[in-house]
């Protein structure tokens, strides 16, 4: 595609990117503002972020990072072309091996700030070690390079101003000394219109790592047991949760629900399915009124999909919380139920995996695998919190029903049969029937 404005070119792009976060909404890019160049021309390609602003016709708007190469002679391999732009072979950086070699050269260095804001922070040096980039294609919200078996390069997609959860919290755990998170070497920053963003992060990469979510699905489609998985992930989650509890403090009940209560408010908007089982919800939500809650940082996003088993162990991924909540939100304070009830919706949901899914043999490897996880996240230290529990269950079922709506028709099920099942164990007084928690 030969486009005559930046907006042309990466509009159909854009709006195709798995980490796009505006499907179904009708938008336009507004902008595309370079920042400095990250490896300035001269050489076969040149690299820079550009920061793409999306606008939507109720006036909100979402800024995304586009890494962008530039080439005067077209490249050998296509894969990560997009077009050209005034004489110039324009792609993805990310995708083009020999870009993002050139970039990792620039990110061994640390660098003050130049004109346009672009710096590079070390934290820790890189291996001297073969750092051959290799794209990852999977879906994710964000972009992943692997560099050689040695470190992992993550771009950001969706931006949002100041510093970015995952880097702060990656580093506040490193230095507590828990060792379920990756190392970190460093990151990107970049600055607009006096506004600092993170741009991207270099962490160690995991060996050997295993994806948690695809090793409790083949459990659970082979009744396979997951249970000794589970504990140990739950004790990877209390070893997290303690390292950041150095800023506990204590949230009324009654705003915590009433915050449940807008999102559910703002979910049903957006997924009409929805719309029968609000009141019930509600009423879920309101069993924490009165109450003074415990809240800290936490991970904010956690399930399966953010753990990968190594020969050395679990290790936790991905800190920036969920993708669909707002900066603010995300940086607030949170119960760590949170992330319990991520883990256990998340457990529910491999039950999808089975030829059966409601059947007994599913239903029985959800309990044993549910159990064991919370077992062992809850040791001696704290009891189970069933209220605060189903609440956070229901709040993350709601969230749940709205992503896939937007992205996965197919799976609006899965979360609405949570949901189904939560509501029905609500009574209309407010309080639940004692098999909540099976």
């Known amino acids: ?125 890189l291996p001297d070690a073969d750092l051959t980039p290799r794209w990852y294609a999977g879906q994710q919200s964000n972009t992943n390079v692997f560099l050689g078996t040695e470190a992992l390069l993550k771009v950001f997609r969706k931006l949002e101003p100041g510093e970015n959860r995952d880097i702060v919290i990656t580093r506040r755990l490193r230095d507590a000394g828990v060792r379920d998170v990756p190392g970190l070497y460093g990151f990107l920053e970049g600055r607009l219109d006096g506004v600092a963003y993170d741009l991207a992060t270099l962490t160690e990469q995991l060996h050997e790592p295993q994806d948690g979510w695809r090793l409790a699905c083949d459990a659970c489609r082979t009744g396979s047991d997951f249970t000794v998985h589970a504990a140990a992930l739950g004790h990877a989650l209390a070893a997290v949760h303690r390292g ?16 449940m209560s807008v999102r559910l408010d703002a979910a049903a908007a957006a997924a009409p399915a ?24 936490v991970h904010g996003d956690f399930h399966l999909g953010q753990t990968l088993l190594t020969p050395d162990g679990w290790r936790i991924i991905d800190f920036e919380g969920e993708p669909l909540k707002s900066f603010a939100e995300r940086l607030a304070p949170d119960s760590v139920w949170r992330d319990v009830a991520g883990m256990t919706r998340s457990i529910a949901y491999a039950t999808s995996a089975h030829p059966d899914p409601l059947g007994a043999a599913a239903q029985n490897w959800l309990s044993r695998t549910r159990q064991a996880f919370l077992g062992a996240y809850c040791g001696d230290q704290q009891l189970l919190d069933e209220d605060l529990l189903s609440a956070y269950e229901a709040d993350k079922a709601a969230y749940e029903v709205v992503y896939e709506t937007r992205n996965r028709p197919d799976w609006v099920q899965i979360p609405l049969r949570a949901i189904q099942h939560v509501t029905s164990l609500v009574t209309p007084d407010g309080g639940e029937q004692s098999d909540a928690h099976v």
Not at 63 to 69: A, I, K, R, T
Not at 284 to 289: E, I, N, P, T, Y
């Open 1 to 125: 595609m030969t486009a005559a404005r930046p907006q042309e070119l990466w509009w159909p792009h854009v709006r195709e990117a798995r980490w796009f976060q505006g499907k179904g909404r009708e938008g336009e890019l507004a902008s595309v503002t370079p920042l400095d160049w990250l490896v300035p021309p001269g050489g076969p390609v040149a690299v820079r972020p550009e920061l793409a602003l999306v606008t939507y016709p109720d006036g909100e708007s979402e800024l995304y990072q586009l890494l962008v190469s530039y080439r005067d002679a077209a490249p050998s391999d296509d894969a990560a072309l997009v077009g050209r732009l005034s004489g110039q072979w324009v792609g993805d950086a990310p995708r083009d091996a020999e870009a993002m070699a050139a970039v990792v050269g620039v990110l061994r260095v640390e660098s003050p700030p130049g004109d346009a804001g672009l710096a590079v922070r070390v934290v820790s040096p």
């Open 244 to 259: 950041l509890s150095t800023d506990e403090t204590t949230l009324r009940g009654d705003t915590v629900a009433d915050q």
């Open 274 to 297: 929805l719309g029968p089982y609000v009141p019930a919800l509600r009423r879920c939500f309101d069993a924490l009124r009165g109450r003074s809650l415990p809240v800290q940082s």
